[in-house]
């Protein structure tokens, strides 16, 4: 279970307070995944942050019982001047994972050949992107964390190797989608909720939660 109890987030934009949760409490249970849905510049990525524990509350407590994936996508802990290779054991290494499983799973995965042994600040963004969608899928969670404004790849092939292995791992497994388009989240959930006021207001169904969005924009 993935829950926040009463936890307040805003930031000081230089003109005024922006608010992103005001006391909000909510959770999210296992086997039952969630959409969220916010327009652009409301905080979807800080919420999905606080979600993965890369950002704190200003307040309250945010509790994971379970195994939270980082944002699909997120960069953080990736070393520049390292290789592909080199972060993608330290990495298993952290998880308590077979490194030798892990670095052969994303060089295949990645399909990136010997760039996958040259340090990764060499990479272009769509290697990247591929190295970081390759480690979330070496690692198993509970709970996948997915922000619409994740870094995208074109490469047709690793679409749909990676696409393919992420079907297989989100049967057994929970996901949660921030998005301010509803068409996204209906690939993923049928629980939907609305980010509204510092809120999260959670509702039975995706139509119900487009209701109040649809009113809010």
Known sequence: MLEFENVSKSFWTGKQRKIILDQASFRV???KSLGIL???G????TLINMMA???QPDEGTVRRTCRVSFPLGFMGGVV???SARENARFIAQLYGLDPDYVEAFCRWLCGIAEYFDMPVGT???G???R???SLLLALEFDIYLIDEGMPATTDVEFNRRAGSILQDRLRDSTVVVVSHQPSTLEKFCRTAAVLRDGQLYIFNSLEEAKRMYDYQT
């Open 123 to 125: 990479f272009s963004a």
């Open 42 to 45: 409301t905080g979807k990525t």
């Open 127 to 129: 290697m990247r992107s």
């Open 131 to 133: 190295f970081t969608f």
């Open 38 to 40: 916010a327009p652009n």
């Open 29 to 31: 249970e296992l086997g």
């Open 53 to 55: 524990g890369l950002e």
């Open 80 to 82: 520049n001047k390292h």
